[in-house]
């Protein structure tokens, strides 16, 4: 059964008017009608069963009827990551959900390429890979940042458990499962950069902050997207102590 987040209120017999882009989704795309299911959710009131009891050329109304799951687990670490080019940004967003991120946050690099993003899209995409995964929340996307605001914003936040920072050019960091398994297993978040890498002066800083623990993803020079998804596999794999 298909599943459509609502951020209504969710309770036995509650009507739901649809705005214009999921009624459209409903009528015109899933092709639903008066008596047909779906389930509808969020991470305040968990997951219902509601019948379509209305459809016209704007609106669609739903019924709920039933709860088919109680409100699930919040989202775990942060992914802070550089945005990247075309689809694979899109595509990085739709995982780290799927992989049970809390918040994203996109980070402003030196050497990142893409300097804007479109918030509104990201957000339609995390929120398509949440009904399709059947988590309960939808991820915090935050606004992009410089990684110096980043910085200072670690620094007057103390986070309980460092960041991670992927660091391909240190052959000496530890691997991240190793740290994952050490007796101390915490972790706020993974930091992963940019398509060009860090730049100098940026792994100078890094490397000085506090709250920063870098760390290896192996040998190999991972692309950008890659690398997010070999991090948050681990962590979300391994058990971690969260904030």
Same mark, same amino acid.
């Given at each position: 059964?298909?599943?459509?987040?609502?951020?209504?209120?969710?309770?036995?017999?509650?009507?739901?008017?649809?705005?214009?882009?999921?009624?459209?989704?409903?009528?015109?795309?899933?092709?639903?009608?008066?008596?047909?299911?779906?389930?509808?959710?969020?991470?305040?009131?968990?997951?219902?069963?509601?019948?379509?009891?209305?459809?016209?050329?704007?609106?669609?109304?739903?019924?709920?009827?039933?709860?088919?799951?109680?409100?699930?687990?919040?989202?775990?670490?942060?992914?802070?990551?550089?945005?990247?080019?075309?689809?694979?940004?899109?595509?990085?967003?739709?995982?780290?959900?799927?992989?049970?991120? #809390? @918040?994203?946050?996109?980070?402003?690099? &030196? %050497?990142?390429?893409?300097?804007? !993003?479109?918030? $509104?899209?990201?957000? *339609?995409?995390?929120?398509?890979?949440?009904?399709?995964?059947?988590?309960?929340?939808?991820?915090?996307?935050?606004?992009?940042?410089?990684?110096?605001?980043?910085?200072?914003?670690?620094?007057?936040?103390?986070?309980?458990?460092?960041?991670?920072?992927?660091?391909?050019?240190?052959?000496?960091?530890?691997?991240? #499962? @190793?740290?994952?398994?050490?007796?101390? &297993? %915490?972790?706020?978040?993974?930091? !992963?950069?940019? $398509?060009?890498?860090? *730049?100098?002066?940026?792994?100078?800083?890094?490397?000085?902050?506090?709250?920063?623990?870098?760390?290896?993803?192996?040998?190999?020079?991972?692309?950008?997207?890659?690398?997010?998804?070999?991090?948050?596999?681990?962590?979300?794999?391994?058990?971690?102590?969260?904030?």
């Amino acid at each position: 059964m298909q599943r459509l987040h609502l951020s209504t209120p969710l309770s036995a017999g509650a009507e739901l008017a649809l705005d214009a882009a999921r009624s459209h989704y409903v009528a015109n795309v899933l092709r639903l009608r008066p008596g047909d299911a779906i389930k509808v959710f969020n991470a305040r009131d968990g997951e219902w069963r509601a019948i379509v009891v209305q459809t016209s050329r704007r609106t669609v109304t739903l019924k709920a009827q039933d709860q088919t799951a109680t409100p699930g687990p919040p989202g775990e670490f942060t992914l802070y990551a550089a945005p990247i080019r075309g689809d694979r940004w899109d595509t990085v967003i739709e995982k780290a959900t799927e992989l049970g991120v #809390a @918040a994203i946050q996109p980070v402003l690099t &030196r %050497r990142t390429v893409v300097r804007r !993003i479109n918030a $509104e899209r990201l957000l *339609a995409r995390a929120t398509e890979a949440a009904e399709q995964c059947g988590r309960m929340d939808i991820p915090a996307l935050g606004p992009l940042l410089s990684l110096e605001d980043l910085l200072t914003r670690l620094s007057a936040e103390t986070p309980d458990g460092p960041v991670l920072w992927a660091d391909e050019g240190d052959a000496g960091a530890p691997a991240l #499962a @190793a740290h994952l398994l050490s007796a101390n &297993r %915490r972790a706020h978040g993974i930091l !992963i950069g940019p $398509e060009g890498g860090f *730049a100098p002066e940026e792994r100078q800083q890094l490397a000085a902050h506090p709250a920063i623990q870098a760390v290896s993803l192996g040998r190999a020079i991972l692309r950008a997207d890659t690398a997010a998804y070999v991090g948050l596999a681990l962590m979300r794999a391994l058990p971690v102590v969260v904030r």
